[in-house]
């Protein structure tokens, strides 16, 4: 019984997976189309990880597996599901849209991203990022990808009203004036915003943007793009003088817990370990109705430490909308996946949170049992 095979992709569609199933000795073959948006270009598709399912056939429950695979296709907005039977159609079209939990999608969230530095590898983070918040079954998540650095910005102005959040992976080209306007209305209106790592370091001279982030680093940022925010005596401080953002060499640290109170951060412990990552320092801003929520320290015998307490979440009120920041989950062009930083539980799940925070202004998500604490990372395996 084949519900649709290669052939039958049409030109335009975006596919998210191939997925085989093997019902009662029958294999039926299914692909699924999912949200995406580009303009005017090819990007990689998104690829959710395998996960299993049930499903009620021939009158006993059975279960499934879907393996994920990785395409290249020109996006379409819709969800269609291409069969050669109508019975199969509908068959495959309910077993392949089992979610992947038991929670109901409350918030449309769009993912964008398009363009990196030479240190960040945006395919591999925003692929990651995609299968985090899926994981949840909380986000219609749909990939938004900008014009390459070879091509022209000008046709690029997303419909930002459509979406609860907006989780920024992006560190590259300045919009558009009209788009950055319009963003920033939508953020002030009451949108919801996530800063994932590099995305901190884009936009140095859109003054909007680094009131949106609070701080950033690099690109030509020093004393004069604002303060550096630490975290001193028990409290956040905006500390003067001179200095640029740095980082020491990945390796495993401590998070400590600032605001425990904080939705994203209730019920976390008050130290818990992160992967592999890059402790950002010395980030300056403009720093206005920042909360910080999590710091960390690297010994100042590191190459490129501080020794400070530096913020690692932070979270951010921009007019009457909301913006969580996160300084960790770097991925470099040379990492291979899984990769630590983003595998870490820690990573995950304040993303995760952090998310439904800017999206719904609560947080629903339980801690989970394999949530770090203060000695030894936690991973999971985002394959």
Known sequence: MLVSGRDSVPKQGTLNNRQSLLLGGTAIHGIVYSRA??????????????????AWHDGSMVTFIAPAVNRQVTMHKRVKL???????????????????????VTSKVMLLTGQASIYHDWQKSSELIERILRQTGLFDVDVVSTPSESESMAGFSPQWSDYDAVVLDYDGEEWPEATRTAFADYLASGGGLVLVHAADNAFPDWAEFQAMAGVGGWRGRDESAGPMLRWHDGEQTLVQGQGTALHPPQHDFMVLTRAPEHPIMRGLPPAWMQAHDELYSQLRGPANNVTVLATAKADSSMRGATGEHEPMLLVIQYGSGRVFHTTLG?????????????SSVGFIVTLQRGTEWVATNTVTQAVPEDFPGPNTPSLRNLR
């Open 330 to 342: 770097h991925v470099g062009p040379q990492d291979e996946l899984p990769v630590a930083a983003m």
């Open 37 to 54: 948006v580009t303009f005017g270009h090819q990007i990689r598709s998104p690829m959710p990880i395998s996960r299993p399912g049930l």
């Open 82 to 104: 291409f069969s050669t039977t109508g019975f199969a159609s509908v068959l495959a079209a309910l077993l392949l849209a089992t979610p992947a939990t038991s929670q109901s």
